[in-house]
């Protein structure tokens, strides 16, 4: 373990939540291996979780519902929405579920467990925002490292494909880029050993928050809209909207990153412009 905070406390979990939540724990563990828990079982919360929070926006795109909420005026076809959705049923059977098989003995020696008791809540939520800032800051190089010319032309201008992003597109990538940022979001558990309760929280968080930045939508009660430094729709949207060179907008959560050093000065003008337009409009 990296810091005392995050060793198991005896308490685990709000009392009113605790003895269902152990029972539920209780009977995974014994009807299953740990083994299928981390793999199959993680695939398939992976899976459940990116299609339903992810396929909505197809829906919105193709019904017009939502769209003064909608960020670019342009739309997807038909076809180009169905490349994505077979595209990516083939990578995450072919490249992810193979990952996740062969990295159980990694995560298993860095301290992955399943066994009783849960950890107590505070080590989970501590755990949580170490490996959103961690994720964000590992991303953010690696985004970066993607957009040069090279990289680009070979293996991200893939992701970009879709210049107007929909909730799918979070994963529509290059397997290699699959691998590459794929290690920002799995680091931060190798490092710490945690849980696996905590590790499929994790895995929820980082699949809403990816699915959120790329659907398209800013709406009033976007995530973005309440908490300080996240990024979210409108955010990374300019990123896809803009030319590779100068589209900046490299994090995947938060803004500092970017404000600090300067690849979102492009992203702010535009919001200013867009905000100036908008007051005049009022007038």
Not at 62 to 91: D, H, M, P
Not at 133 to 159: A, M, N, P
Request: charge should be neutral.
């Amino acid at each position: 373990m990296l810091l005392a905070l995050f060793l198991p406390r005896k308490s685990p979990l709000p009392h009113s939540m605790a003895p269902l939540v152990e029972s539920v724990w209780q009977y995974l563990i014994t009807h299953f291996s740990e083994f299928q828990l981390a793999t199959i079982g993680t695939f398939l919360i992976h899976e459940s979780v990116f299609f339903l929070s992810g396929l909505p926006s197809i829906y919105f795109e193709r019904s017009g519902l939502f769209s003064e909420y909608k960020i670019q005026k342009k739309s997807n076809t038909a076809e180009a929405q169905e490349k994505c959705i077979v595209r990516l049923i083939l990578y995450h059977v072919c490249v992810n579920l193979p990952v996740m098989l062969v990295s159980y003995p990694i995560f298993r020696w860095m301290g992955l467990r399943s066994s009783q008791p849960l950890p107590h809540w505070s080590v989970v939520l501590s755990q949580i925002i170490f490996y959103f800032i961690l994720e964000d800051f590992v991303f953010y190089w690696g985004h970066r490292l993607l957009h040069t010319k090279w990289l680009y032309k070979h293996v991200h201008s893939v992701h970009h494909e879709y210049a107007t992003p929909f909730g799918l597109t979070s994963e529509y990538a290059h397997p290699a880029e699959i691998l590459f940022l794929g290690f920002a979001t799995v680091v931060g558990p190798a490092l710490t050993g945690p849980h696996l309760i905590t590790l499929w929280l994790w895995v929820i968080l980082r699949v809403l928050e990816t699915v959120d930045a790329h659907s398209g939508y800013d709406f009033p009660w976007s995530p973005s809209n309440f908490l300080p430094l996240y990024g979210g729709a409108h955010f990374h949207d300019y990123h896809h909207r803009v030319l590779y060179t100068k589209s900046g907008n490299y994090s995947s959560t938060f803004v500092y990153m970017d404000w600090l050093f300067g690849t979102d000065k492009g992203y702010r003008k535009l919001k200013a412009l867009e905000e100036e337009e908008g007051s005049s409009k009022k007038l």
